[in-house]
């Protein structure tokens, strides 16, 4: 069973994608398309999917801003 980390998003320009930072060396590895997790949104966990158009989003909170978010895998 893997055990559930806690971050923040951020987005890598090195690699195009967003991560999640987990402490002040230690990441997730980059985000693909396809990828769940859930994110704090006013002290409450949502589930959400991140996903790539024109630019990176989550699939139902289309409209937040990605860098910073509190996130959990």
Known sequence: MSEIREG????????GRYDIRFGIASFYGGLLCGE?????VKDAWVPVRIEMDEEWYLVGLPQIRLDGLTVRI
């Open 8 to 15: 923040n998003l951020f987005y890598d320009r090195e690699s």
């Open 36 to 40: 769940c997790f859930d994110v704090k």
